[in-house]
């Protein structure tokens, strides 16, 4: 993909940025049954599939967001009644994410549209080219992460 001509060169950047775009819109048609944002269905599926206790540090490491943005997910959420907020015993200020009887009934219909997007998203690729790509894309997201520390 990468041409000798700088007017030609296919732009990385703007490639990823297109799929992402594709992506976010692909999982808000998919959430539109549940009446929630693609974000908000996102951010349902890491919680329920989520073992252990999650925070809103645990959201914003996962999804990449600033401290503000998680809050305007999380507080969006608890105003449509699939999660709530409850402070642990050992620390009142820190709020763990709890998920209601309304998020827990979306499960079903949230798994099964994480999978046909992953499937969507590999239909025609080897699995060995997906490791490539994965790898490429880990190797990216450190040199963006190195490059805003500085």
Do not use: W
Request: aromatic share 4%; net charge neutral.
């Amino acid at each position: 993909m990468r041409c000798d001509n700088m007017e030609n060169q296919v732009l990385i950047g703007r490639v990823i940025g297109k799929l992402s775009n594709q992506i976010h819109r692909n999982i808000a048609i998919s959430c539109s049954s549940t009446n929630m944002s693609g974000t908000q269905g996102r951010v349902l599926h890491f919680i329920l599939s989520n073992n252990g206790d999650v925070f809103q540090k645990d959201i914003e490491s996962e999804f990449n967001l600033r401290p503000s943005t998680a809050t305007g997910i999380l507080k969006l959420m608890e105003k449509n009644g699939v999660i709530r907020r409850e402070s642990t015993p050992y620390d009142a200020r820190l709020k763990k994410i709890v998920i209601t009887e309304k998020g827990a009934g979306l499960k079903d219909q949230i798994a099964k549209d994480v999978v046909h997007l992953e499937e969507t998203l590999m239909l025609g690729i080897s699995q060995e080219d997906l490791n490539v790509f994965l790898k490429v894309l880990d190797q990216m997201l450190k040199n963006l992460e190195e490059e805003a520390s500085f």
